[in-house]
């Protein structure tokens, strides 16, 4: 009779955080963990073990510690507490002859240059357009959008400065078109 399994399948593959701690010296402060899931990245990422403290008993298998968080190569400033996620099995121990090695980061990935200012979408803007007409507003250049971009620590990315061009421009565009028969009479 074959084996058949039920349930939820993972990808996990290696401890839970209450596993590798409880079973190290001092609460394994200092050492080097890594999680499985993180390694599809080229770039290191990694957590160093700053502190640890235990849970109630009505979670048994998790367990709070303080961290200081590598991701993909870039070292965040603050440290940070993992909860929430330290009963995955996903955790594994970086032997000690090994961190020195593991922990090097050797590229960096470049920053991209993000674009200040948009072109507003074209009903919009021809509506600008004819109310600073209809103002009496003489037109020198069409108005352009101010974006507003949110910084996260693990994307490389920073807003241009006034006169730089920008590596990553950003536009509203809704692509070619499907039906193109719809388009043919249209005069521009």
């Known amino acids: 009779m074959p084996i058949k399994y039920i349930g939820r399948t993972t990808d ?3 401890k839970s955080l209450w596993e590798i701690v409880g079973n190290l010296k001092n609460g394994g402060i200092g050492r080097i963990v890594i999680r499985q899931m993180f ?3 080229p770039e290191p990422s990694f957590i ?3 502190k640890v403290e235990a ?3 009505e979670e048994p298998r998790k367990v709070t510690v303080c961290v ?3 991701f993909r190569g870039i070292k965040y400033n603050e440290p940070e507490y993992i909860k929430g996620a330290s009963y995955k099995s996903d ?3 970086i032997p000690k002859d090994q961190e020195a090695a593991y922990c090097k980061i050797e590229q960096t990935r470049p920053t991209a240059i993000l674009a200040r200012t948009c072109d507003f979408p074209p009903l919009y803007k021809e509506m600008l357009i004819r109310k600073m007409k209809a ?3 003489p037109i020198t250049e069409e108005p352009k959008l101010e974006i507003q971009h949110k910084t996260s620590p693990n994307k490389l990315a920073r807003v241009a400065e006034e006169g730089e061009t920008p590596t990553v421009n950003m536009t509203i565009d809704i ?3 499907r039906a193109p028969r719809l388009y043919e009479n249209i005069k521009p």
């Open 12 to 14: 996990f593959k290696g």
């Open 48 to 50: 160093k073990i700053l």
């Open 91 to 93: 955790y594994q121990l």
């Open 135 to 137: 103002k009496g507003t």
């Open 175 to 177: 692509g070619p078109t």
């Open 39 to 41: 390694e599809r990245y």
């Open 55 to 57: 849970m109630p008993y």
């Open 68 to 70: 200081e968080r590598t």
